[in-house]
């Protein structure tokens, strides 16, 4: 089977079947029968541009009627009936605000997409034949995205030898050889559930420690993952270990009321070991699931945060053992190879297990993603996609290659249907 069949039966045709699952779960109803259209938003009906039927009035009257016949029925047979009638009519609420994974590498990926598949075609067009030249210039479209030069060399001479193995000569051809190698790329000898997702503590809180420079969106970064956490029913509390930065407290602080958790701080300039030692303290009081515990960001005297990071880490190791469980340094995508260099002093300083890729959705130079993961061997964990709350997931590698070939996929899938008519 071609890769983009794979990513087009993964992404895109998961997201149609869950339309239609969706249109499947519409309330049944004779206003309904009649009507235009159908808004799983607002839970409306509309003929001729007037509503005709409301899920929240068809809940009141069932509510109405579960309370009339409470009399001649057991309140929990009731409840079940009430409840299994309120399941037909409703819309998983992760279909309506969150939207599926593919979207939203989609979306995110727009600007890097839109320069990298823009000049991914020019280059095809120019080309009939896949020669020297050609791959030249793949190699100069390919840096100009971030993915790193010493990537690049590699890909391109993985490239040259899978055209020659399948005996390719159409350039169109390569498009799908190009996002296939980039995934393996990215994986290397690693099985994905090596690299993806954040690692978790069987016996006790799991602890999640926070490390980047100012500026990145660590805070935002913590709130959004806090938010994440509690809305799949973790218990959560953090640390506001960043005692230096002015406003610092007082923005993890609103973010923790915000999300719902708790947060542990001290005043202004305390010893920020002692806050991680106190939120220690507190999560396994109150039985916590996760700590999520922030670091001050300054590189202007790079020894004292290093030795202030080294120290933190000592008392995470000491309270709990094998934590943290996750070092995450917080890199903004915008800034490129800069945020290379961030990631090489950090994990100079502590282990870093897992990059978060902030911004990613406000960059053209989306493969930054690819030169981190190949030349540090750091994974990347997750990544912002946009500003709401929701827009931090989780990184998937296919994804991401399908965020960044989208239209290719698409374009790949109506050749082929038109082959098989």
């Given at each position: 089977?071609?890769?983009f ?8 045709k998961?997201?149609?079947?869950q339309?239609?699952?969706t249109?499947?779960?519409?309330p ?12 799983p938003?607002?839970?409306e009906a ?13 809940e ?22 009430y ?27 727009e ?19 896949v020669?020297?030249d050609?791959?030249?210039e793949?190699?100069e ?12 060399m ?5 490239l040259e ?12 051809q ?10 393996e ?26 490390v ?10 913590i709130?959004?993952l806090?938010?994440r ?11 506001a270990?960043?005692t ?8 993890l ?23 991680i ?7 396994k009081?109150?039985?916590?699931d ?8 300054r ?20 309270e709990?053992?094998?934590?943290p ?11 490129g ?5 961030q990631?090489k002093?950090f994990?100079?300083a ?8 902030t ?22 964990k ?21 965020g960044?070939?989208a239209d ?14």
């Amino acid at each position: 089977m071609s890769f983009f069949k794979k990513l087009k039966d993964r992404f895109v045709k998961g997201e149609e079947d869950q339309q239609e699952s969706t249109i499947q779960e519409e309330p049944q109803n004779e206003s309904l029968e009649e009507a235009d259209s159908f808004n799983p938003y607002t839970g409306e009906a509309y003929k001729d541009g007037e509503v005709v039927y409301s899920k929240a009035e068809e809940e009141e009257r069932l509510r109405k009627e579960a309370l009339e016949e409470s009399e001649e029925k057991s309140l929990e047979g009731e409840t079940e009936e009430y409840e299994d009638k309120l399941d037909r009519l409703s819309v998983p609420p992760e279909q309506i605000e969150e939207g599926s994974i593919a979207s939203k590498f989609k979306k995110g990926l727009e600007k890097t997409r839109t320069s990298f598949s823009t000049k991914i075609n020019d280059l095809v067009a120019k080309y009939r034949t896949v020669d020297e030249d050609f791959f030249e210039e793949l190699e100069e479209i390919l840096i100009s995205a971030d993915v790193g030069v010493n990537t690049v060399m590699e890909m391109i001479d993985e490239l040259e030898m899978e055209v020659k193995r399948r005996n390719i000569k159409d350039t169109s051809q390569v498009k799908e050889v190009i996002s296939e190698k980039l995934v393996e790329i990215y994986y290397g000898n690693d099985e994905a559930e090596e690299v993806e997702g954040l690692k978790e503590n069987p016996d006790g809180p799991t602890v999640y420690l926070f490390v980047g420079v100012n500026g990145v969106g660590k805070t935002t970064t913590i709130g959004k993952l806090a938010h994440r956490l509690k809305s799949e029913g973790k218990k959560v509390t953090l640390a506001a270990g960043d005692t230096f930065r002015a406003g610092a407290i007082e923005q993890l602080d609103a973010w923790g009321e915000r999300a719902g958790v708790n947060v542990i701080k001290h005043s202004a300039g305390s010893d920020p070991a002692a806050v991680i030692y106190d939120g220690i303290q507190s999560a396994k009081s109150r039985n916590a699931d996760v700590l999520i515990c922030d670091t001050a960001g300054r590189l202007q005297n790079k020894v004292n945060l290093m030795n202030e990071l080294s120290k933190v880490k000592r008392v995470i190791e000491r309270e709990i053992p094998n934590a943290p469980h996750e070092v995450l340094l917080v890199l903004d995508a915008t800034t490129g190879q800069n945020a290379m260099s961030q990631a090489k002093t950090f994990s100079e300083a502590t282990d870093v297990s897992g990059i978060v890729l902030t911004k990613l959705d406000g960059t053209a130079k989306g493969g930054i993603v690819l030169a981190i993961r190949k030349e540090l061997s750091i994974p990347v964990k997750l990544v912002g996609l946009g500003e709401k709350v929701t827009d931090l997931e989780p990184f998937d590698a296919h994804a991401f290659v399908y965020g960044l070939f989208a239209d290719m996929v698409e374009e790949f899938d109506e050749e082929e249907e038109e082959n098989q008519a």
